[in-house]
């Protein structure tokens, strides 16, 4: 797996090999733009479900950190990032049932939230045709 890297390709167009840079080796499952959309629900939780501190605070952080994740999980290299997500998903579906400052609405929301990003942090998501060397074992 070690020697699967192309001859370069010096004739394309600088704009070819510009739109390989920024998007070689990223893709977008439909798994992690979920978890970053949800990520984003997160941190709009006081206009949506009502809910106030601290757990509108939690929310909020946890919101920020599930986009973060998703996105850097967008890398396949970084791939496995992703897991982190589980945990994190956890936390926010039992965090209505350990802070205050949840509703009805806010308390059912966080928990189909949490529950859902550990659903969508499971499968690995497609793979492009590209390779890395060594790095392509640890791609799960």
Same mark, same amino acid.
């Given at each position: 797996?070690?020697?699967?890297?192309?001859?370069?390709?010096?004739?394309?167009?600088?704009?070819?090999?510009?739109?390989?840079?920024?998007?070689?080796?990223?893709?977008?499952?439909?798994?992690?733009?979920?978890?970053?959309?949800?990520?984003?629900?997160?941190?709009?939780?006081?206009?949506?479900?009502?809910?106030?501190?601290?757990?509108?605070?939690?929310?909020?952080?946890?919101?920020?950190?599930?986009?973060?994740?998703?996105?850097?999980?967008?890398?396949?290299?970084?791939?496995?990032?992703?897991?982190?997500?589980?945990?994190?998903?956890?936390?926010?579906?039992?965090?209505?049932?350990?802070?205050?400052?949840?509703?009805?609405?806010?308390?059912? %929301?966080?928990?189909?939230? %949490?529950?859902?990003?550990? %659903?969508?942090?499971?499968?690995?998501?497609?793979?492009?045709?590209?390779?890395? %060397?060594?790095?392509?074992?640890?791609?799960?």
């Amino acid at each position: 797996s070690e020697n699967q890297t192309p001859a370069p390709d010096l004739d394309r167009s600088a704009a070819a090999i510009l739109c390989d840079f920024v998007t070689g080796g990223v893709n977008f499952p439909w798994t992690l733009v979920a978890s970053t959309a949800l990520g984003i629900l997160l941190m709009m939780t006081p206009l949506v479900f009502a809910t106030e501190p601290p757990l509108y605070f939690s929310d909020h952080v946890f919101g920020c950190v599930v986009i973060l994740v998703a996105v850097t999980a967008m890398a396949e290299v970084a791939r496995p990032v992703r897991f982190l997500n589980i945990t994190f998903g956890a936390w926010i579906a039992a965090s209505p049932f350990m802070l205050e400052g949840a509703t009805l609405a806010g308390t059912v %929301g966080d928990v189909a939230v %949490g529950l859902l990003l550990v %659903g969508l942090s499971l499968p690995r998501g497609n793979r492009s045709q590209e390779h890395y %060397g060594g790095w392509d074992r640890v791609i799960i």
